[in-house]
């Protein structure tokens, strides 16, 4: 019976290591790597990121500027940018995370996937199979989940590879989980 009771206990052991190894593996930094090395005065030292209680995703570490001519801006470029004519802001997660979390004032939903047919939302116009962004003078300001979503900067290179010109594209990295961060107001997402 007691050896029983000893096995039992042991296997529960190990499935709670197990859980709690999980729960502190490295993440992904960027480019596939889980850690960096960096040389300090008192020799190397090893950066390495685990999902914190804050963290909505895990992801991975995003560049400030996702392709060449986009701007990057923070929460008051993005405020000043709301409700302006020649601005529209879109919120590039899928639409599960919108709908569960709820997103920025006076942005729209269009995912990462489906950005590249829906150019005509941002003043292009079909061209064949294409898209003819000639004329187009919206600003874009694309947002996802975080600094560690790939999303939007997927988003955005799709515009460009589409046409758009990247100069007219703004990328707030911070995304939905910064602005609720900051305790900056949000609305229900909508079908």
Request: charged share 20%; net charge negative; glycine share 8%.
């Amino acid at each position: 019976m007691n050896k029983l009771i000893i096995t039992a206990l042991t296997t529960l052991l190990a499935i709670g290591t197990s859980a709690a190894q999980a729960e502190t593996d490295n993440l992904q930094m960027w480019d596939k790597m889980n850690e960096v090395t960096v040389q300090l005065e008192d020799g190397p030292f090893t950066i390495t990121r685990v999902k914190t209680p804050p963290a909505l995703i895990k992801g991975y570490l995003q560049p400030m500027v996702p392709a060449e001519g986009v701007t990057p801006v923070g929460e008051i470029e993005l405020i000043q940018a709301i409700g302006q004519k020649d601005s529209l802001i879109v919120d590039m997660r899928m639409k599960d995370h919108v709908i569960q979390l709820g997103t920025i004032p006076g942005s729209i939903n269009i995912p990462y996937t489906e950005v590249a047919m829906h150019m005509d939302q941002f003043g292009c116009a079909k061209k064949g199979e294409g898209w003819d962004c000639a004329n187009a003078t919206t600003k874009v300001y694309a947002f996802c989940n975080s600094s560690t979503c790939p999303q939007s900067p997927s988003g955005i290179r799709a515009m460009i590879r589409e046409g758009y010109p990247a100069n007219l594209i703004y990328y707030y990295r911070g995304g939905y989980q910064e602005w609720t961060i900051h305790g900056l107001t949000t609305v229900e997402g909508e079908l």
